[in-house]
């Protein structure tokens, strides 16, 4: 089922999925919060002591390391929405004669810090995908990440983002003295999420350099028939380009 809302503002898509029941919307318009959603943020102001954040920023990968480790690859269920959502995957895959998994090259480093350009050459990446990456970086340091990609990037290509918006489930669930920052959280077993705001975003690629083309909430209601439950999901979803011509 598919079914497009105009309003004044901007163009909501909504699509129905007959499995499950579940609704998804996309356009520019944040959620809105029910009165008791929106008293439970106010009164959670308090933030977790400096030292306490210092500690986390040095232990990330470790925590990182270890939810891995106990979560392996259970935790993200291959829903087969990347190439339903991101349509240049699949067709980079399959328009490119040269692909094969014997030549792709793996490497491990903390975009951060670690200069791209000690393992890719520049200007020659087609696509990059940033799909739930950026939402585990320090807001200090994500600019960071977008100025090291943007190296290898070629001009006219672009970077593909999916991460979670401001209001998604998970972020009302924090419990008092989980935040960090403004949308921003740490677990019980110390990794992190930053929760994006569709103007934060564009504001952060703009700054390195990058052209907007395509950024937008998704929002998406899933629905547990054996519990009766349903949850209100929000993502942001969007597509930046690096210029063809730098000013």
Not at 30 to 36: C, D, K, N
Not at 74 to 91: I, M, S, V
Not at 125 to 144: E, G, Q, R
Not at 173 to 190: M, P
């Amino acid at each position: 089922m598919f079914q497009e809302k105009v309003s004044a503002n901007c163009l909501n898509i909504v699509t129905t999925s007959p499995e499950d029941g579940a609704f998804q919307k996309k356009g520019h318009s944040a959620r809105v919060l029910s009165p008791e959603e929106v008293e439970k943020l106010a009164k959670d102001q308090v933030l977790v002591s400096e030292f306490k954040q210092l500690k986390l920023e040095k232990e990330a990968q470790k925590n990182w390391d270890l939810f891995y480790k106990r979560n392996s690859t259970n935790f993200f269920k291959d829903r087969h929405w990347t190439t339903r959502e991101f349509q240049e995957l699949k067709a980079c895959r399959e328009k490119n004669a040269l692909y094969s998994t014997e030549r792709c090259k793996v490497f491990q480093c903390d975009l951060t810090k670690d200069d791209l350009l000690d393992n890719i050459p520049a200007d020659s990446v087609d696509v990059v995908t940033l799909i739930f990456v950026l939402s585990a970086i320090h807001p200090d340091k994500m600019h960071l990440v977008l100025r090291n990609i943007y190296k290898v990037l070629k001009p006219g290509k672009c970077v593909l983002f999916r991460d979670y918006g401001l209001y998604d489930h998970a972020m009302l669930r924090f419990k008092s003295g989980s935040k960090l920052g403004e949308n921003f959280y740490v677990r019980q077993d110390g990794t992190r999420s930053y929760f994006f705001t569709e103007e934060f975003l564009s504001q952060l690629f703009k700054a390195e350099g990058y052209e907007q083309v395509v950024n937008e909430y998704v929002q998406r209601e899933t629905v547990n028939r054996k519990e009766d439950l349903r949850v209100p999901r929000v993502f942001l979803q969007s597509k930046f380009q690096k210029p063809f011509s730098e000013t």
